[in-house]
């Protein structure tokens, strides 16, 4: 079965658990997980408990590659180990028509777990590739937690969203005020 990554797809599989919510974990059943495979166009066999809870695993895997306070050779070496168990097809697609893309394809078995996996990785590596592994981050308002790869131009970004930074911003405000 080839797939290919989609981008974003690492950080929608780490969003699937949000501490700041009462019930963070969103991969509660084999049937969210293919409805997780579903929504990012990943096609899979049904999945059973074991991919569900071999995704869980992998997910954690994964959010330790976008801690910002991990260093960069530990991350690589982290990404390199989780590489190790995938299988990549190399495919060119036409941009325009003098253009093309060179892309990475997973070539793994149709498992839920294998696909969304490898697909993961391939997004992570993209990522790594164009910004560096430097810019997968986590955001750092509490208690949101969300990884997000930091396309700014100088690499300074620290929230994963608007909101966070202005919820961030504004109980430093309150803090100072109450200081004061």
């Known amino acids: 079965m080839t797939q290919s990554s989609s981008n974003g797809l690492a950080e929608a599989l780490l ?4 501490v700041a919510l009462a019930e963070p974990e969103h991969l509660n059943d084999p049937g969210d997980l293919d409805a997780f495979a579903d929504r990012h166009g990943l096609t899979t066999r049904p999945a059973d ?7 869980k ?11 910002a306070s991990t260093p960069d050779p530990v991350r690589l070496s982290a990404l390199n180990q989780m590489l190790d168990g995938i299988s990549v097809g190399v495919e060119l697609i036409p941009v325009s028509e003098e253009r093309f893309c060179l892309t990475l394809k997973a070539t793994s078995d149709d498992t839920a777990f294998t696909v ?32 997000f ?5 100088n690499g300074s970004r620290r929230f994963c969203s608007t ?11 309150r803090a100072r005020r109450q200081n004061n």
């Open 15 to 18: 969003k699937t658990y949000e």
């Open 49 to 55: 408990e074991n991919q569900l809870a071999s995704t």
């Open 57 to 67: 695993r992998f997910r954690d895997s994964l959010r330790r590659l976008f801690d």
């Open 116 to 147: 969304i996996r490898d697909a993961c990785l391939i997004d992570v590596v993209n990522a790594a590739e164009r910004y560096g592994l430097n810019r997968l981050k986590s955001c750092l308002a509490e208690p949101c937690r969300d990884a």
């Open 149 to 153: 790869v930091d396309m700014s131009k």
């Open 163 to 173: 909101r966070c930074a202005n919820r961030w911003h504004v109980s430093q405000h």
